[in-house]
């Protein structure tokens, strides 16, 4: 699918596309954004595959204003202040997420917090509108290049791999949005972006505090804000024991009387990574002495889910 310019018609087949579980780039204020229906595991999966990211990062999640926001996650006086003062705008709050939201676990990458933001692109902003649905979005490039701020970046990044590129011009700031955790009792920046600190705390009245640990950096297992099954993971299970949960991939399975959940009986990567934080959600809360999972094969999406489940092994 070609660049097409961002009139409203084009506007409305890019909201029909998403509806149906396609993905779309599209121009922010802040830099393109790889879409997809946030309510939607598998569509959520086809942006993680586009990118071919090593790793679930959770992504943000675009929303029209606050109170859209508000039907995914709770709006702390904190977070509303900022989001009176700054949206829409390049600010995504990470926020609690509200369980039974209807937002995929793969969006956050199983964690219970959100980052939403509401962008003050026109383009942004009408597709919003059009297509009623919350809004995943990274930046339109492949893992570690840089982010996309003209229609024809996407392009030469992605290719044919989006349904539609909504070509509404350079991005005005050209750089990511500026990422806030309010969760607790600090503030704290995540990740430094187009609105400056500065202007944040001067909102606050108070400086904000250093990131916590996040998702970035540090080593397997250290990471505080994943999201880890209490019950123990063994990798690479061939042969299930007795007191195991079984997490399956494919369709040879083991023969095993205890609980199982397949990923994907197709073996369809895509298909796993949709499912894959639900699905450890589940088998973790059957009381199983340990959860074995079956070998996952390591190309495409495959990468990703194995770093997750040996993160999620190796939490000692
Ligand atoms: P990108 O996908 O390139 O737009 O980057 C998304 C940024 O949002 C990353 O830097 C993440 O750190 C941050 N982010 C998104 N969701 C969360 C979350 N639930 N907790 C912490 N950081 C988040
Ligand atoms: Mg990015």
Redesign the pocket.
């Given at each position: 699918m070609p660049i097409l310019p961002a009139t409203p018609e084009a506007i409305r087949q890019a909201a029909q596309a998403l509806a149906r579980g396609d993905i779309v780039a599209f121009p922010t204020e802040t830099v393109y954004g790889l879409g997809a229906n946030a309510l939607d595991a598998r569509a959520v999966a086809k942006v993680f595959a586009a990118k071919e990211r090593p790793r679930f990062?959770?992504?943000?999640v675009h929303v029209p204003d606050l109170a859209a926001a508000e039907l995914y996650a709770v709006i702390t006086d904190t977070a509303r202040l900022l989001a009176e003062a700054f949206w829409p705008g390049p600010l995504?709050l990470?926020l609690q997420k509200r369980p039974a939201c209807g937002i995929a676990d793969l969006v956050?990458a199983g964690?219970d917090?959100?980052?939403l933001r509401a962008p003050a692109h026109p383009v942004a902003q009408a597709l919003l509108a059009e297509v009623k649905l919350p809004i995943a979005a990274?930046?339109a490039n492949r893992s570690g290049r840089v982010?996309p701020t003209t229609a024809a970046h996407v392009q030469a990044e992605l290719g044919e791999l989006p349904a539609m590129i909504l070509d509404g011009g350079p991005c005005p700031l050209g750089i990511?949005s500026t990422?806030v955790?309010v969760i607790g009792l600090e503030p704290g920046l995540?990740?430094p972006g187009a609105l400056p600190r500065e202007a944040i705390e001067l909102v606050l009245g108070r400086p904000l505090a250093r990131a916590k640990a996040?998702?970035?950096g540090a080593s397997p297992g250290q990471l505080a804000?994943h999201y880890a099954p209490a019950t123990p993971l063994r990798l690479n299970v061939t042969r299930p024991e007795a007191g195991d949960a079984l997490l399956a991939f494919g369709p040879d399975t083991p023969d095993f009387d205890g609980p199982t959940r397949n990923l994907s009986r197709q073996g369809d990567l895509n298909e796993a990574a949709a499912k894959l934080f639900a699905t450890l959600r589940e088998l973790d809360q059957m009381g199983a002495t340990a959860i074995a999972v079956m070998p996952i094969p390591a190309h495409g999406l495959g990468e990703a889910i194995n770093d997750r489940l040996q993160r999620a092994a190796n939490r000692g």
């Open positions: 990062n959770p992504l943000i995504s990470v956050s964690l917090t959100i980052a990274p930046s982010s990511e990422v955790s995540l990740r996040n998702h970035r804000i």
